[in-house]
């Protein structure tokens, strides 16, 4: 059966084709948001900041270390859902690999205000799946 | 390890707090949207529309049949995503309990614009777990 004009994707066939870590991949749009998966291995996310937009970390597989300034560090597993209020320094890293999946605003550029060399811009998060 | 002054939630705990069908349940806010997560099981969602916002469905467990207005209904099977673009009828309703996240922009009704037995105000989507 098909949606006729519409597409539907199936999240688990999704994470099967990010071949990349920390390559925010949309896989849908809703309103002002983009959802988008990434798997992430490691501590090369930098130290940054969404002035205005809030940002949502959904755990799918493994589990990652959340950082927000002048807090401590803490741990979500499989499941877990947080949301880094706009305005909130942030860093995360995983010593084994994990699959998150992200609900972040259009205009959110993924390593915020701070470019390094995972920095992807939104046209190169869209190509890996479309 | 706590988050401190941030609340982060999990779903499959919040899933195992939702007691009836038909009640979206508020786990999360981002930007300008909802996540909620949902039990149905029957037929009793009306036909109805979102004029202007559209609707993320994500299959958490068991399948759900879409039906969209002048099409074919189709089914959507666990880790399936879809979104009801804005202005498009539509249903949906599963034989078998099925646990869907939806996103929705705040102001968006979950019945639209028809009000049945079903229809909650988005303060009783927050009763549940807040």
């Known amino acids: 059966m098909t949606n ?12 099967k084709k990010l071949h990349s870590y920390y390559s925010p991949t949309i896989i ?9 998966i990434a798997k992430i291995k490691g ?21 990652l270390v959340m950082e927000l300034e002048h807090q401590e560090p803490f741990i979500m ?11 909130v320094k942030h860093k995360v890293n995983s010593d084994k690999e994990c699959t998150i999946l992200l609900i972040e605003s259009k205009t959110t550029l993924h ?6 060399e995972i920095t992807k811009s939104i046209k190169n998060q869209k190509t890996h799946i479309f």
Chains 1, 2 share one sequence.
Request: charged share 25%; no cysteine.
């Open 4 to 15: 006729n004009e519409f597409d539907m994707v199936n999240i688990n066939n999704q994470i």
């Open 28 to 36: 849908a749009e809703v309103n002002n948001e983009y959802v988008k």
């Open 43 to 63: 501590d090369k996310v930098p130290w940054h900041t969404h002035e205005n937009e809030d940002e949502l970390f959904y755990i799918l597989e493994g589990s």
């Open 77 to 87: 597993q499989k499941g877990d859902v947080f949301v880094v209020p706009k305005g």
């Open 111 to 116: 390593t915020g205000n701070v470019i390094t």
